[in-house]
C-alpha cells in the first residue's frame, strides 16, 4: 500500500484555494489575467505557498503547453556553475513551442546557489528574456545577488497564521474523515510556527499512531513532547519540596517518551510565567535559572542533568529569603 503524502494531496491546484497571502495572490492574479510574467523571486520561509504558486502560475499561464515548456529544478537537483551552463542554458535558449508565448524556468531554493552560479544564471537570464521567464524562489532573498534581485520582481510570502492553520487543517480532517479536537488543531498551529507544510505533516502523523483520532495527547506523543500538564505538574511538586518525587516523574517522561531536552526547556519557558503558586521575583528567578540550563543544553551538556538541576533549584526557591 502506498501511503498518500498529504501535503501533495492536499497541494491548491488555484491560487484562490492558497490560504492567506493576498498581497502575493493579488500580484500572481495580475500576471495571470495578463498572461504576462516578469522574471519573478518569490520569498519568504518555508511552507507558505511559495512552490505551489509557481506552479499554478505555470499551469495557468502555459497552460497544455506546460509539459514542453516548463522546466522545474528543485534542491535536490544539482544547481552549481555546470549546471545553469548546461541543463539551465539549454531550456532558457530554446525556443517556445506549440505557440506558448515563452518558458518558464522554476528555482527553487535559488538561494542556495552559489554566487559564481548565481552570476552565471543572470547572464542568461539577460541573453534570453524573450524566450524564458525565470521563476526564482528563496527563503532569503538577501542571499541572491543583487543584479538578480534587481532584475526580478519580488513576491512577499509571510508566515501563516495559527488561524488560518486550524482553518486549514480543519479541512482536512474533514475531507479525510478524523474526529479532530479543536485543542489538538490549535496545538498543531502552534507547533507549525507558521509552516503549513509542517503542520499537514504533524496532522498526517498525528492521525497514522492516533488511529484516525487527533487529540492532543496524540500530537504530543508523535511530537515527542511532554503534555504541559504533565510538565506542570512536575514543577508544581518540586516547586512545593517533593524534589525526589518531581525529579523520578522527569526522568520517566524522558525514559518513555524520548523527550529532547530543548523541547522541555522551550515548553517550561512558557510555563513557568502562568505559574500562580509563584511570586514575579520567583519566576524571573526560575526563568533565569532555566535560561542557563538551555545554554548549557545546548553546549552539549546532558539535559536530564540539567532538568534535575533545574528542579532542585525550583524546590528551594520558596525557602530563599530573597525571593519572597
Ligand atoms: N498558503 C497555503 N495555502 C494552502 N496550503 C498551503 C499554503 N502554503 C503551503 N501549503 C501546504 O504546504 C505544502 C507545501 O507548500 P509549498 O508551496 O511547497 O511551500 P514553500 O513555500 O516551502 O514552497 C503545500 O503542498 C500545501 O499542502
Ligand atoms: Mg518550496
Request: charged content about 30%; aromatic content about 6%; glycine content about 6%.
Given at each position: 500500500m ?10 491548491p491546484?488555484k ?10 495572490k493579488?500580484?500572481?492574479?495580475g500576471?495571470?489575467k ?12 518555508p511552507g ?6 509557481a506552479?499554478i ?5 502555459l497552460?497544455e ?7 522545474e529544478?528543485?534542491?535536490?537537483d ?13 531550456f532558457?535558449r530554446?525556443k ?5 508565448p ?21 547572464r ?21 545577488i ?12 509571510n508566515?501563516?497564521k495559527p ?7 480543519k479541512?482536512i480532517?474533514t ?11 490549535q ?6 510556527d507558521g ?16 488511529d ?6 496524540t ?11 504533565e510538565l506542570?505538574?512536575i ?5 512545593k ?17 524520548g523527550?529532547?531536552g530543548?523541547?522541555?526547556?522551550k ?9 500562580e ?5 520567583q519566576?524571573v528567578?526560575?526563568?533565569?535559572i532555566l ?11 546532558d539535559?536530564?542533568?540539567q ?9 528551594r ?8
Amino acid at each position: 500500500m502506498t501511503v498518500e503524502v498529504w501535503v501533495e494531496k492536499y497541494r491548491p491546484k488555484k491560487l484562490e484555494d492558497l490560504a492567506d497571502q493576498e498581497e502575493a495572490k493579488a500580484k500572481l492574479r495580475g500576471f495571470i489575467k495578463s498572461k504576462n510574467l516578469p522574471n519573478l523571486l518569490l520569498a519568504g520561509p518555508p511552507g507558505t505557498g511559495k512552490t505551489t504558486s509557481a506552479l499554478i502560475l505555470a499551469r495557468e499561464i502555459l497552460g497544455e503547453n506546460r509539459r514542453d515548456n516548463f522546466l522545474e529544478l528543485n534542491a535536490s537537483d544539482a544547481r552549481g556553475i555546470d549546471v545553469v551552463r548546461t541543463i539551465i542554458k539549454e531550456f532558457a535558449r530554446a525556443k517556445p513551442t506549440g505557440g506558448a508565448p515563452f518558458r518558464i524556468l522554476l528555482l527553487d531554493e535559488a538561494d542556495a546557489m552559489t554566487s559564481d552560479a548565481q552570476q552565471a544564471l543572470r547572464r542568461i537570464m539577460e541573453m534570453y528574456a524573450d524566450n524564458c521567464r525565470f521563476i526564482l524562489i528563496a527563503n532569503y532573498p538577501s542571499k541572491i545577488i543583487e543584479p538578480i534581485q534587481s532584475r526580478t520582481v519580488m513576491v512577499k510570502f509571510n508566515r501563516l497564521k495559527p488561524e488560518v492553520i486550524v482553518e486549514t487543517l480543519k479541512k482536512i480532517c474533514t475531507s479525510e474523515n478524523l474526529k479532530c479536537d479543536l485543542k489538538a488543531l490549535q496545538t498543531i498551529a502552534d507547533l507549525a510556527d507558521g509552516d503549513l507544510r509542517r503542520a499537514i505533516n504533524i496532522l498526517q502523523a498525528t492521525a497514522a499512531a492516533g488511529d484516525g483520532r487527533v487529540d492532543e495527547k496524540t500530537v504530543l506523543f508523535v511530537m515527542g513532547m511532554a503534555h504541559p500538564e504533565e510538565l506542570k505538574e512536575i514543577l508544581e511538586l518540586a516547586i512545593k519540596g517533593s524534589f525526589n518525587e518531581a525529579k523520578n516523574k522527569l526522568i520517566d517522561l524522558f525514559v518513555d517518551r524520548g523527550l529532547s531536552g530543548p523541547d522541555v526547556v522551550k515548553q517550561l519557558f512558557k510555563i513557568i510565567p502562568k505559574m500562580e503558586t509563584l511570586n514575579d521575583d520567583q519566576k524571573v528567578a526560575l526563568l533565569n535559572i532555566l535560561g542557563e540550563v538551555e545554554y548549557r543544553i545546548a553546549q552539549g551538556a546532558d539535559p536530564v542533568i540539567q532538568l534535575t538541576y533545574f528542579l532542585a533549584e525550583a524546590s528551594r526557591i520558596k525557602k530563599q529569603r530573597r525571593f519572597l
